[in-house]
Nanobody
């Protein structure tokens, strides 16, 4: 069983920055692919970014590429999402997700691949 707890959301003006954190329980964190997804009101949940268990490769949605950075600290069982140059359209509930079956060198974009999810943290960007 993996328990994920997100933090770091809040209200920020357009152009500002936030850093989300996701702390994970479990002994095999470095074998989990981790991802961030988001869901805006009235919209489907969408992929934002992922990172392999080894931390060696990352992948981003086109909408956030160049503005967001995903990283992880396996010693702290934590994954981060640094969000810069925020836009009002980034407003959403952001979810951390873990794929405990991925191993160290795989990470997927589809939400169905991820078997553990956090409770979500609200990010609101004002114009």
């Amino acid at each position: 069983q993996v328990h994920l707890v997100e933090s770091g959301g809040g209200l920020v003006q357009a152009g500002g920055s936030l850093r989300l954190s996701c702390a994970a329980s479990g002994r095999s964190f470095s074998n989990y692919a981790m991802a961030w997804f988001r869901q805006a009101p009235g919209k489907e949940r969408e992929f934002v970014a992922n990172i392999r268990g080894s931390g060696g490769r990352t992948y981003y949605a086109d909408s956030v590429k160049g503005r967001f950075t995903i990283s992880r600290d396996n010693a702290k069982n934590t994954v981060y999402l640094q969000m810069n140059s925020l836009k009002p359209e980034d407003t959403a509930v952001y979810y951390c997700a873990a794929d405990s079956r991925a191993g160290r060198d795989v990470a997927h974009q589809m939400a169905q691949r991820y078997d553990y999810w956090g409770q979500g943290t609200q990010v609101t960007v004002s114009s």
